[in-house]
C-alpha cells in the first residue's frame, strides 16, 4: 500500500528566507504526486501536481516541487517565503486506477517569523 | 472554477441524532466524490469514495451503515452520520473530481460536527 511521510511537523521559517518542505513516499507504480496547503477555515488547495514529464514542477504563489525517483521524493520549495504562507501542508500520492484516491501525509505546519 | 462547497460550515448535534452535510460541485461535474474525515492536527483518512448513481466504496474500518453516502447528482454528495455519538466528532471534507483517473481533486472547505 502506498504511504507518505512529512517528517517534519512543523517548520519555522523567517519571512523572505527560502523554504523547503520534505516529502517521501511509497508506492510500487509511477506516483501522482501532490501538494495541498490548508488555511484555517479554507479548503485544501492544490499547489501543484506531478504526472509525468519534467520532474521539476512549478505551481501557483511561487511554489515548485521536484520528483526525484531514485529518492521517492517529491519536497516543495518556495525561494522567499511571505507571511502569508503560514498554514498546514500537506504531500499526497494518488493511486494510478480510475478513482484517483489519494493518501495524504500527516502534513507539516509552517510558521512564518518577521 | 473549480469550487467546491460543503454545508453546514459546522453543526452541533445532541447524541443519537442523525446528520446531513452536502458536498457540491459548484462549476463542473463531479464523476467522482471523495469524503475524508480529518481529526485535530492530523492528517485526512479517507472514508469512502462515489460515484454518481451507484453504490460508494468504503475504506476498510468505515462503517457503511454509520456513514451513509449518496451520491444523487453529477454536481452534489451528501454524507449523512447516523445516530452520532461524541467520538463522531471531527472534521469532514469533501472532493470532487471531474474525471474518472488522473484528474486533481479539489476540496470543500469542510464541515467540523461537534456531538454533544
Redesign the interface.
Known amino acids: 500500500a502506498q504511504s507518505v511521510t512529512q517528517p517534519d511537523i512543523h517548520i519555522t521559517v523567517s519571512e523572505g528566507a527560502s523554504l523547503e518542505l520534505r516529502c517521501n513516499y511509497s508506492y510500487g507504480a509511477t506516483p501522482?504526486l501532490?501538494w495541498?496547503v490548508q488555511s484555517p477555515?479554507?479548503?485544501?488547495?492544490?499547489l501543484l501536481?506531478y504526472?509525468s514529464g519534467d520532474t521539476l514542477v512549478q505551481g501557483i504563489k511561487g511554489f515548485e516541487a521536484e520528483f526525484k525517483r531514485s529518492q521517492s521524493s517529491f519536497n516543495l520549495r518556495k525561494p522567499s517565503v511571505h507571511w502569508s504562507d503560514a498554514a498546514e501542508y500537506?504531500c499526497a500520492v494518488?493511486e494510478?486506477?480510475?478513482?484517483?484516491?489519494?493518501?495524504?501525509?500527516?502534513?507539516t505546519r509552517l510558521l512564518v517569523s518577521p | 472554477g473549480a469550487v467546491v462547497s460543503q454545508h453546514p460550515s459546522w453543526v452541533i448535534c445532541k447524541s443519537g441524532t442523525s446528520v446531513k452535510i452536502e458536498c457540491r460541485s459548484l462549476d463542473f461535474q463531479a464523476t467522482t466524490m471523495f469524503w475524508y474525515r480529518q481529526f485535530p492536527k492530523q492528517s485526512l483518512m479517507l472514508m469512502a469514495t462515489s460515484n454518481e448513481g451507484s453504490k460508494a466504496t468504503y475504506e476498510q474500518g468505515v462503517e457503511k451503515d454509520k456513514f451513509l453516502i449518496n451520491h444523487a447528482s453529477l454536481t452534489l454528495s451528501t454524507l449523512t452520520v447516523t445516530s452520532a455519538h461524541p467520538e463522531d466528532s471531527s472534521f469532514y471534507i469533501c472532493s470532487a473530481s471531474p474525471g474518472s483517473g488522473g484528474d486533481t481533486q479539489y476540496f470543500g472547505p469542510g464541515t467540523r460536527l461537534t456531538v454533544l
Do not use: E, H
Request: hydrophobic letters at 35%; charged letters at 10%; a positive charge.
Open positions: 501522482y501532490f495541498y477555515g479554507q479548503g485544501l488547495q492544490l501536481k504526472f500537506f494518488g494510478n486506477t480510475g478513482f484517483q484516491k489519494l493518501v495524504f501525509g500527516t502534513g
